[in-house]
């Protein structure tokens, strides 16, 4: 790589926490450029001298946000801001200082949605996770042509040396599952439907988790010994249980590229994966199989195709695997790197397109953000 880009701001829900985006965010912490981390949400985090945690919880007013991140941008005036997933885009827009300002998305379209109008003139440049993003770039704006927007292959590293354990014949299927366990977004409240339609079908299954999040106790009482519970796990315990899986299930119709699904196919673990739609699941996953890829919310469709795919003899799940582990190989980290630095080189030589325009000070403003949330998420959206 050639050339250094302006000072980058990251601006993201959480910075310390386990999941896709600050999985992205901490590959970015090892990147031979200036850059510093601004959580919004981040719980209990340690102090780092490239990170600032603003420290917003569900009684934080609006303004007293605005305030907030005003104060530590203050000495970062004319850097590129990124606001990754569009995160409080509207609401601080007028007072990030930013030279240039780019959206990250980390979903699918059917995600934002609801968001992308409000993005619209607000942004210089727009970098995604999933190919069906970019049908979605015009609506933030007519400016906003390809030199100015990127599709990612999220980076992975997995251990050059790895073993890889494969069940014995006889032995129950492994399934797992990686990630943040809750319903939003992931849906994990469609695991026990799962399993109860592959114990109808008499096929032998272990479900592991590995992960933790809003729902885990609800699960582990709804499930009993159904399923084991790793919990968040250092990075090389995560790639030692990973190994151990026959298949991987994801469940949400909202996970554009999620990263697990690219981690587990350089394993060569099976992926089930449901048809939302340009995703890489829906690239990916029929090159495997085509029966890995389910009616989203099927899960009897699922446990049929789980047991279809692992009644095929070892040689021909073995190639399987193998055709997983060969089309993850474009996700590396130097590709990820040579793309995102050229993107925003290119980005700082252009003319700017977003506005610079002050925002209006609303009611909603006084009110606490969890209230703002509920009642009134809109107001999220006013530039």
Not at 1 to 14: E, F, K, L
Not at 304 to 320: C, H, K, N, W, Y
Request: hydrophobic share 45%.
């Amino acid at each position: 790589m050639t050339g250094q880009p302006i000072h980058v701001v990251h601006v993201s829900p959480r910075v310390q926490a386990h999941g896709g985006i600050e999985g992205i965010l901490e590959i970015h912490r090892s990147l031979p450029w200036p850059q510093t981390f601004l959580a919004l949400f981040d719980r209990h985090p340690q102090s780092r001298p490239d990170y600032v945690n603003l420290d917003v919880a569900w009684h934080t007013p609006l303004w007293l946000m605005r305030r907030r991140l005003a104060a530590a941008l203050s000495r970062r005036a004319g850097s590129m801001v990124i606001y990754h997933n569009g995160w409080g885009l509207p609401l601080f827009h007028d007072i990030d200082r930013a030279a240039r300002r780019v959206v990250f998305l980390h979903a699918n379209p059917a995600y934002h949605a609801a968001d992308l109008p409000a993005f619209a003139g607000l942004v210089d440049g727009a970098i995604g996770v999933t190919p069906a993003l970019a049908t979605v770039w015009g609506v933030m704006g007519s400016d906003l042509n390809p030199n100015r927007t990127l599709i990612v292959r999220a980076p992975i590293e997995p251990p050059p040396a790895a073993t890889v354990l494969r069940r014995a014949a006889g032995d129950p299927v492994v399934l797992g599952y990686a990630g943040r366990i809750e319903r939003p977004q992931k849906r994990l409240d469609r695991l026990p439907e799962l399993l109860r339609a592959l114990r109808a079908l008499g096929l032998p299954v272990r479900f592991e988790l590995l992960g933790d999040g809003r729902m885990r106790a609800v699960l582990e009482r709804c499930l009993g010994e159904g399923a084991h519970f790793h919990g968040w796990v250092p990075k090389a315990e995560f790639w030692r249980v990973l190994a151990s899986w026959d298949g991987i299930v994801f469940f949400s119709e909202f996970e554009g590229g999620a990263v697990a699904l690219f981690e587990a196919m350089a394993m060569g673990v099976v992926p089930f994966y449901p048809a939302i739609g340009g995703s890489w699941g829906d690239i990916y996953v029929p090159q495997i199989d085509s029966r890995c890829l389910y009616r989203p919310g099927d899960m009897m469709g699922l446990a049929r195709a789980i047991q279809q795919v692992f009644q095929r003899p070892a040689e021909q799940l073995g190639s399987m695997r193998a055709r997983g582990r060969e089309l993850v190989k474009e996700h590396r980290r130097d590709t990820y790197e040579e793309a995102f630095l050229g993107l925003t080189q290119t980005i700082e030589k252009l003319p700017r397109i977003s506005a610079c325009r002050r925002r209006r000070a609303r009611v909603t403003d006084l009110l606490p953000l969890g209230l703002v949330t509920r009642l009134a998420p809109w107001a999220l959206r006013l530039a």
